[in-house]
């Protein structure tokens, strides 16, 4: 079976680091566009970050400069790099891959989240 596992939240102070992992099993990743989102509680939830099998990448202008999205399609992983943390960073974060090719197009599958909290 499918299955996404999201792991690397923690609580970090404000200006700090930290290194999502998001692990797919049942799926060849290569073949999966890769989002993250995060959704707080009493917020909308929000698209974070995009990441195209083509190697092209889209952020939304919150994070723009400070998170970096990326891929090992061989190790069937994705990874959000988060640095410069601000308290508005606080959320569940999940990991989201939406088939890209004909014969999965519609299939998407979700992680479970993981909680980072930025605060002191």
């Known amino acids: 079976q499918v299955q996404l596992v999201e792991s690397g939240g923690g609580l970090v102070q404000p200006g700090g680091s930290l290194r999502l992992s998001c692990t797919a099993s049942?799926?060849?990743?290569?073949?999966?566009?890769l989002n993250w989102y995060r959704k707080a509680p009493g917020k909308q939830g929000e698209l974070v970050a995009l990441d195209w099998p083509e190697g092209d990448r889209n952020y939304v202008d919150f994070v723009r400069g400070r998170f970096i999205i990326s891929r090992d399609d061989a190790k069937n992983m994705g990874y959000l790099q988060m640095n410069s943390l601000k308290p508005g960073d606080t959320a569940v974060y999940y990991c989201?891959?939406?088939?890209?090719?004909?014969?999965?197009?519609?299939?998407?599958?979700w992680g479970q989240g993981t909680q980072v909290t930025v605060g002191s």
């Open positions: 049942g799926i060849t990743f290569r073949n999966y566009v």
């Open positions: 989201h891959a939406m088939g890209s090719h004909i014969g999965i197009l519609g299939s998407d599958f």
